[in-house]
């Protein structure tokens, strides 16, 4: 099983629709989980960090259940702009030391 | 403040020559992580420093890689002697303890 897993889509979305991804998680002691976004060709940029209460940035809400490991992210109103590749990171603490784990990352095509 | 920076930004080799990719953290970063895309697959960790020691180097694929981060300031990544798998994005990200990484640019890696 990895580490951390994302459906790697693609995911086809007409313009102000929302869209949903999840992601999981193995390790129950990770102690930081972020979204990053990762256009064509360029390096990963963080989106949102996301805690166990919920957070909400704009059109984007994250949320952490530790319970079942798993984290998502919403996007309401997409934009053509939104599209991207998306990337769950979960630190992961492992013999002491951290690790920056990544997913697959989930590509998302918002359609005119 | 500066982010990230990696250099050089292109590199294309002939198999069975060296390269060495260099990356300057934010300055007071203590982690320093590098990664690589290899085309159409997932980000995959490569090691990780905390200062100047490497605090894991699972993800690094063989012994023609070698890493070292001097004085734990810039850290240059060599591959030799390069081998046509190694072509690939290779990021540095670095980041304070369990908070977010940021992420350089990317080196591109292109061994023919």
């Given at each position: 099983?990895?580490?951390?897993?994302?459906?790697?889509?693609?995911?086809?979305?007409?313009?102000?629709?929302?869209?949903?991804?999840?992601?999981?998680?193995?390790?129950?002691?990770?102690q930081s989980?972020f979204?990053?976004?990762?256009?064509?060709?360029?390096?990963?940029?963080l989106?949102?960090s996301?805690?166990?209460?919920?957070?909400?940035?704009?059109?984007?809400?994250?949320?952490?259940?530790?319970?079942?490991?798993?984290?998502?992210?919403?996007?309401?109103?997409?934009?053509?702009?939104?599209?991207?590749?998306?990337?769950?990171?979960?630190n992961?603490?492992?013999?002491?030391?951290e690790?920056l784990?990544?997913?697959?990352?989930?590509?998302?095509?918002?359609?005119? | 403040e500066?982010?990230v920076?990696?250099?050089?930004?292109?590199?294309?080799?002939?198999?069975?020559?060296?390269?060495?990719?260099?990356?300057?953290p934010i300055s007071g970063h203590d982690n320093l992580y590098?990664?690589?895309?290899?085309?159409?697959?997932?980000?995959?960790?490569?090691?990780h420093f905390v200062k100047?020691?490497?605090?894991?180097?699972?993800?690094?694929?063989?012994?023609?890689?070698?890493?070292?981060?001097?004085?734990?300031?810039?850290?240059?990544?060599?591959?030799?002697?390069?081998?046509?798998?190694?072509?690939?994005?290779?990021?540095?990200a670095s980041s304070h303890t369990f908070t977010e990484a940021f992420?350089?640019?990317?080196?591109?890696?292109?061994?023919?």
């Amino acid at each position: 099983r990895k580490e951390v897993e994302q459906d790697p889509g693609p995911f086809n979305v007409p313009e102000g629709a929302t869209v949903a991804f999840n992601c999981t998680y193995s390790n129950s002691a990770s102690q930081s989980f972020f979204w990053y976004r990762q256009d064509c060709r360029k390096e990963p940029k963080l989106l949102m960090s996301v805690y166990s209460s919920g957070n909400e940035d704009g059109r984007f809400t994250a949320q952490l259940n530790r319970a079942s490991q798993y984290i998502s992210l919403l996007i309401r109103d997409s934009k053509l702009s939104d599209s991207a590749t998306y990337l769950c990171v979960v630190n992961m603490v492992a013999f002491g030391n951290e690790k920056l784990t990544f997913g697959t990352g989930t590509r998302l095509t918002i359609i005119p | 403040e500066a982010g990230v920076t990696q250099f050089p930004s292109h590199s294309v080799i002939e198999k069975g020559q060296t390269v060495t990719l260099r990356c300057d953290p934010i300055s007071g970063h203590d982690n320093l992580y590098w990664y690589r895309r290899v085309m159409g697959k997932e980000i995959k960790f490569l090691l990780h420093f905390v200062k100047e020691s490497k605090q894991d180097e699972s993800g690094m694929p063989n012994n023609r890689f070698l890493a070292e981060r001097t004085g734990g300031t810039y850290s240059t990544l060599k591959v030799q002697p390069a081998e046509l798998e190694d072509s690939g994005v290779y990021f540095c990200a670095s980041s304070h303890t369990f908070t977010e990484a940021f992420f350089g640019q990317g080196t591109r890696l292109t061994v023919v």
